[in-house]
């Protein structure tokens, strides 16, 4: 690939904001087109920018790569004919695709995921939702506001698919009662797992009751924990923001921990 540089291509991937992964040749055995030490890039749709090898390698980097971003976690693949496979996983612990490819070869590789912090999406212009999102940029989230709030990413609260949301990303209702309602049905219909509202539980469970009643997935509802924040007796917007980052903090540091333990017993 004339021109092409992976150091390059890893830098504008970056700078897109989108989760990708980086695919190294580890090592090759008998005759392979793919060569020791030859990267590429592999987007979230399936792209392979680079050169790694044929059609079957490239099946099964595609394959681990989007396991490796769903678990935020490297991993190491052997590409190898069908006929030298024997398990899933060989004795060393790699896991195996099954290769149909004509040139019989065997192929190591690494599959390393690369993600940004996840975003920390709060709804309102109220004290509280100010100073959450000072709070979370000085801890290292991806602060994206419903208000227009210097140094975050504004997000229109009723088209919320350009944002992107994901599973692992927060998200904090602090509009106190600005749009409750309105912002609060947003929130509970973005895929992240944690959301948040700034409110009493009997306000939060009246307004839930409603967004039941007009059609919401109950499901979804269930996730909306409040009030939101740790019981850390705050009183100011400075420190109910802390209280709310602490628990997202927490949240975020469980559901890593979380996963790091399955991927061991998985093993």
């Known amino acids: 690939m004339a021109g092409f540089d992976i150091f390059d291509t890893v830098d504008r991937l970056r700078a897109g904001g989108e989760a990708f992964c980086v695919a190294t040749v580890l090592r090759t055995a008998d005759a392979t087109s793919a060569k020791a030490g030859a990267k590429a890039a592999v987007t979230r749709t399936g792209d392979i920018l680079g050169h790694l090898g044929g059609a079957c390698v490239q099946r099964a980097v595609r394959t681990a790569a989007g396991e490796a971003l769903a678990e935020g976690a490297p991993r190491m693949i052997r590409v190898k004919p069908s006929d030298k496979v024997v398990a899933m996983t060989d004795p060393d612990g790699v896991q195996t695709y099954k290769s149909g490819c004509p040139s019989g070869g065997t192929v190591d590789l690494l599959i390393e995921p690369y993600q940004h912090a996840p975003r920390l ?147």
């Open 121 to 267: 999406v709060i709804f309102g212009d109220s004290p509280i939702a100010r100073a959450l999102a000072a709070h979370g940029a000085l801890a290292g989230f991806r602060v994206c506001t419903s208000a227009e709030i210097e140094g975050a990413t504004r997000f229109d609260p009723e088209d919320m698919g350009p944002l992107g949301v994901e599973p692992r990303d927060f998200v904090v209702v602090a509009s106190q009662g600005k749009g409750d309602g309105v912002a609060l049905k947003a929130a509970l219909e973005t895929p992240a797992r944690r959301v948040s509202m700034v409110a009493s539980r009997r306000k939060a469970g009246v307004l839930s009751a409603k967004l039941v009643d007009a059609g919401t997935d109950p499901a979804r509802v269930a996730r909306l924990k409040s009030p939101a924040g740790l019981d850390i007796r705050a009183i100011d917007p400075h420190e109910i923001a802390l209280s709310i980052l602490a628990e997202v903090i927490q949240w975020r540091n469980t559901d890593t921990q979380r996963e790091a333990n399955h991927d061991e017993k998985r093993a």
